[in-house]
């Protein structure tokens, strides 16, 4: 059975000080691993896709990278807009499904 | 941009009530998808549908149920509305082609049952 784990649960940041979020994964063959974006009340918004081990992806202060165990989501000198949680998602080979883990909260602080 | 609509909110229904949640995606997307979100246990899935009049059970399809008659609309069904079906449920759709599975959600309906 796929799992994702997400840690920590919450990271509370002051403007500026970067970090990095886990995502660890066990999946039969990993077809796409997925980060999305949730704020508050709001759907979650894709942010990007990895899918071999080495890969990284890069979006303003977001980067993205992955392992054949974990990916890690590091953030770059956040701004307090960076706030919101994190998801990281699983798509196995053979499947359309994704499995989510249960997100990290990110809170940014001036 | 795709977009997908979720036809509630917010919504209140009382136990044993049938509930219709309604999700209509305006890209031409073959797969569509039923999640509900709940602190703690994330994102799980109920339902899915890779095309019109096909469906696949989630993770979690015990007492609900969905119909796909056209491409775009995707429905889920609460037969008999329980107080543990209160949670916040997320329609999404993605392409079919390889490279292309990312999901794009809607906003969400937050469903109490009282």
């Known amino acids: 059975e796929d799992q994702v784990t997400q840690s920590p649960e919450a990271l509370r940041l002051q403007e500026g000080e970067s970090s990095s979020l886990n995502c660890s994964y066990t999946v039969s063959g990993l077809r796409g691993l997925f980060w999305y974006r949730q704020d508050p009340g709001k759907g979650p918004e894709f942010l990007f896709t990895l899918y071999s081990a080495g890969e990284e992806k890069e979006k303003e202060r977001l980067k993205a990278t992955l392992t054949k165990k974990e990916s890690f989501l590091h953030i770059t000198a956040p701004k307090p807009e960076d706030s919101a949680t994190y998801l990281c998602a699983v798509q196995d080979r053979g499947f359309q499904k994704l499995v989510f883990g249960t997100g990290t909260r990110l809170l940014v602080s001036p | 941009d795709v977009k997908v609509t979720q036809s509630s909110r917010y919504l209140v229904k009382r136990t044993g009530e049938k509930v219709f949640l309604e999700c209509v995606q305006d890209?031409?997307?073959?797969?569509m998808f039923w999640y509900r979100q709940d602190p703690g246990l994330g994102l799980r899935l109920i339902y899915f549908s890779y095309d019109v009049k096909m469906k696949e059970k989630g993770d979690i399809p015990e007492g609900y149920s969905v119909s796909r008659e056209k491409k775009e609309r995707f429905s889920l069904i609460l037969e008999s509305a329980s107080t543990n079906q209160t949670s916040m449920y997320l329609c999404?759709?993605?392409?079919?082609?390889?490279?292309?599975?990312?999901?794009?959600f809607g906003s969400g309906t937050q469903l109490s049952v009282l």
């Open positions: 999404a759709s993605s392409l079919r082609a390889p490279g292309n599975e990312k999901l794009f």
């Open positions: 890209m031409d997307h073959e797969n």
